[in-house]
């Protein structure tokens, strides 16, 4: 069986990869997540995780086969990409524009072997209930934003601001496990494998 690697340094979706009982060893795949001009937000996301998973693939030394899984997930909201706040108050300024209102989750996943690379788009809707700014402020202090697209996570604290979701809730918190399952089937690697070693 392929050997796989996980292209991300996010440890929620190494947790969301293990849920799914498939072994995987984890690798840093850094590349330039700038995004191109007039580019959209699906066509962003999806080409950051054929980036990573090639990145990764190259930093890989083995002679064994094996495949890389790489992911990006894009908060968007009105056309806009919400990238990862880089003080309170940009963390605070994402929050009061998501308070009350819907926003799209965009998740792409991409797995490379030697000799193809497939990949998928996942889109999540989210509706925000109406945000203080008091409670932006504590959010923010709570550490949880810094690392997250949109500056939340809805696996996190930031769960008690989501009014409702209409999609995949594990492709909100970064990697969507319908769809990585299907992909990785088309590899040869079954997800459940650590149930069957027992």
């Known amino acids: 069986m392929k050997q796989l690697y996980l292209a991300s340094g996010s440890p929620r979706r190494r947790e969301l990869l293990t849920q799914i009982g498939v072994p995987f060893t984890a690798i840093s795949a850094d590349i330039d997540e700038t995004p191109l001009n007039n580019e959209s937000p699906s066509a962003y996301v999806e080409r950051l995780a054929r980036g990573k998973a090639e990145a990764g693939r ?19 909201l009105d056309g806009k ?26 998740t792409a996943i991409a797995v490379r072997d030697g000799e193809r690379c497939e990949s998928r788009v996942v889109s999540s ?8 700014r008091a409670e932006a402020v504590a959010y923010w202090a709570s550490g949880e934003p810094q690392d997250k697209a ?12 989501v009014a409702g979701l209409n999609g995949s809730y594990s492709a909100v918190v970064g990697l969507p496990l319908c769809e990585t399952a299907e992909l990785l089937g088309h590899f040869g690697i079954p997800c459940w494998q650590t149930l069957n070693a027992r």
């Open 58 to 76: 190259g930093g890989v030394v083995s002679d064994a086969d094996f495949c890389v899984l790489g992911a990006d997930t894009a908060v968007v």
């Open 150 to 161: 949109g500056g939340y996570g809805i696996q996190g604290l930031g769960a008690v601001f």
């Open 125 to 132: 809707l989210v509706r925000f209930r109406n945000i203080s």
């Open 81 to 106: 990409i919400l990238g990862k706040p880089v003080d309170e108050a940009e963390a605070c300024a994402m929050l009061m524009m998501l308070s009350g209102c819907e926003h799209e989750v965009l």
